[in-house]
């Protein structure tokens, strides 16, 4: 009897597990400490209904639903690897959409060849004109409606990874900065280092700069390009990796590059919608999300400083917020001829749209720049672009 007894109390005893947590480390869950009634995603989503909806209009409802959703990622390819990741890649059903667009794209081009005539708008002269895009930048996507996942890559006999698992939309402004061979290339705001694998790819860049404000960053960066690029093409003649403060590159380096990126810190709303860590939605960050637009008007009028007089300029977002993408390239360009006598041209990127209709859904009528919005059935983006040419 006495032994069943014990028996019972220790069953007890061990269905009670607090018992197995030592008596100075129970606590007690403090719920509206630790849980916060609104969390960051909840936020963001209540703010991007409100400021979405009216700038989307029809348009929100299924963007809502595509951003909620898991997204597609297109895999870069690495030029600089052994494997011959492509032809397995494309046994399982992918295809580079780079190059099967230009096939597709050719009359669109031809239209949009005849017609160069250059007219005047609010923001400065808008080039109409066939579109040259950046060298040798592959990007492969499995089929639209094909949500399939790409398994991680492998390293080849170097140590050289295969490919570079991104947003396949991030590729659009790398493509069309339109590098080509002895440009040198400024990447003012770089990391994690997609884009700047993405502009290495081409293998024309005489000399790159690649910087990010923030260190830790930059160190990640580090270690990305170290995992795709041989040792050569990073040597101190070819890069430089900076933490500097973007927002004061006009007063480090002016009228330097024929290339400049610009892919801006923003709202990131896929990211603010699905993780909680790192929000900028957070509470204690609201005076760094309301700052935002002030910030990336600083790093582009930076950016066009740093760019040579008939140097290119591409700005970037990861938002579809009209106040961090059309009306800060609207005001770079108003204060870049009041303040510094530079003028600019709005690069058309509407041949763009035609190239890469079959792989992204693209706004419709945007009066500056393009922008992928994310759709069920192509899941990329947000992503919008504007591509500027410095004429003084």
């Not at 069953?11 to 869950?29: A, F, G, I, N």
């Not at 991007?48 to 989307?56: Q, R, V």
């Not at 002030?294 to 760019?307: F, N, R, T, V, W």
Request: hydrophobic share 40%.
């Amino acid at each position: 009897m006495a032994l069943l007894t014990d028996a019972r109390f220790v069953l007890r005893k061990v269905r009670d597990l607090r018992s197995l947590t030592p008596r100075r480390s129970r606590v007690k869950e403090k719920w509206a400490a630790t849980r916060p009634k609104y969390p960051p995603t909840t936020l963001a989503l209540q703010h991007f209904d409100t400021a979405y909806s009216a700038e989307l209009g029809q348009l929100w409802p299924s963007v809502r639903v595509a951003l909620l959703s898991e997204r597609k990622y297109g895999a870069l390819l690495n030029n600089f690897s052994h494997h011959d990741v492509q032809a397995d890649l494309e046994v399982q059903g992918c295809r580079d959409f780079v190059s099967s667009a230009d096939k597709e794209a050719q009359p669109c081009l031809q239209e949009e060849s005849s017609c160069v005539a250059v007219r005047e708008s609010d923001v400065g002269a808008k080039q109409q004109s066939p579109l040259p895009l950046s060298l040798n930048i592959k990007c492969v996507v499995f089929p639209r409606g094909d949500i399939t996942r790409f398994k991680p890559a492998r390293p080849d006999m170097h140590g050289l990874l295969g490919y570079y698992l991104m947003d396949a939309a991030s590729v659009l402004p790398c493509l069309a900065l339109d590098v080509q061979e002895g440009h040198s290339v400024l990447d003012l705001c770089a990391a994690p280092g997609g884009k700047t694998l993405a502009l290495l790819q081409t293998q024309a860049i005489r000399f790159l700069c690649v910087n990010d404000a923030s260190v830790s960053r930059t160190s990640r960066l580090r270690k990305v390009l170290h995992s795709y690029v041989p040792k050569q093409f990073l040597t101190d003649g070819n890069l430089r990796i900076t933490s500097f403060d973007g927002t004061k590159w006009g007063e480090i380096e002016r009228n330097s590059f024929d290339r400049v990126l610009i892919d801006v810190p923003c709202t990131t709303d896929r990211h603010s919608l699905m993780e909680d860590d790192n929000n900028i939605f957070s509470k204690s960050r609201i005076g760094e999300r309301r700052r935002l637009p002030q910030l990336q008007l600083e790093l582009l009028l930076a950016g066009i400083e740093a760019a040579c007089p008939g140097g290119e300029i591409m700005y970037s977002t990861c938002t579809l917020s009209q106040i961090q993408n059309q009306s800060v390239v609207e005001q770079a360009i108003c204060l870049s001829r009041e303040n510094h006598g530079i003028r600019l041209e709005v690069v058309d990127l509407r041949p763009l749209t035609h190239m890469f209709k079959k792989t992204f859904h693209f706004a419709p009528s945007l009066h500056l720049g393009e922008m992928v919005i994310p759709h069920l059935a192509a899941n990329f983006g947000p992503i919008y672009m504007c591509k500027l040419k410095r004429l003084t």
